[in-house]
């Protein structure tokens, strides 16, 4: 089945700064999501990009679906970005999302 | 946007016993839903997919015995765990999306713990 690897698995950031997160397919998918699930486990949507690129606030994701892989800025990080960030893409076009391991992101005071 | 919740967000169940879990979507009609479950520290699986009026379809290696999925309106499913184990303790979450779109919303979680 198809590979989704996250990078960097964790990652530990001083607040203000900046950070990219990179997502990578073994195939193509469709219908791409890339959420944040904060410390409760609710899976909060950031984007729905199955390709180009889009910015919500300081945060703003780009997919590349010819080249498989997608990324996720984000600038002027704040303790609240704390959490575990996921890709997801859809590799049948059914609906059926294929997850990610996560990132783990911990922004410091 | 679109708003999923789910019920009970916690559950503790004694070995043997049926869980019910529900999954509603509560400002659009979900033609799908769609059930994960996540390991501490570990990414979501897929379980089923859930269409109204339909039977649920199960990922390779999900007991459609032990989880019955249940989709009876365009707003509501339900997932039961049924004859619960210590194994069946995780993290479920369900999604939902709208007709002719793509993008999934999720609901908050039920913790679910056998003992």
């Known amino acids: 089945g198809i590979q989704v690897e996250q990078s960097p698995p964790d990652l530990i950031l001083q607040e203000g700064a900046n950070s990219t997160l990179r997502c990578n397919f073994s195939d193509s998918v469709n219908n791409l999501q890339w959420f944040h699930q904060n410390p409760w486990g609710q899976l909060i949507n950031l984007f729905y990009?199955?390709?180009g690129t889009k910015q919500n606030g300081r945060l703003s994701a780009t997919t590349v679906a010819t080249e498989r892989y997608s990324l996720l800025y984000i600038s002027s990080s704040q303790t609240t970005d704390s959490g575990v960030y996921f890709c997801a893409g859809d590799p049948s076009n059914t609906g059926k999302l294929i997850f990610g391991q996560g990132t783990t992101l911990q922004v410091k005071p | 946007g679109a708003v999923v919740s789910q019920h009970p967000s916690r559950v503790i169940c004694k070995s043997g016993t049926s869980v019910k879990i529900e999954c509603r979507s509560l400002?659009?009609?979900?033609?799908?839903m769609f059930w994960y479950r996540q390991f501490p520290k570990k990414s979501l699986m897929l379980m089923a997919t859930s269409n109204e009026g339909s039977k649920a379809t199960y990922e390779q290696g999900v007991e459609k015995d032990k989880f019955l999925i249940n989709h009876a309106s365009l707003t509501l499913s339900t997932l039961t765990v049924t004859s619960a184990h210590p194994e069946d303790s995780s993290f479920y979450i369900c999604?939902?999306?709208?007709?002719?779109?793509?993008?999934?919303?999720f609901g908050p979680g039920t913790r679910l713990t056998v003992t």
């Open positions: 400002d659009f009609q979900a033609t799908t």
């Open positions: 990009i199955p390709s």
């Open positions: 999604s939902a999306t709208q007709e002719f779109l793509y993008e999934q919303y």
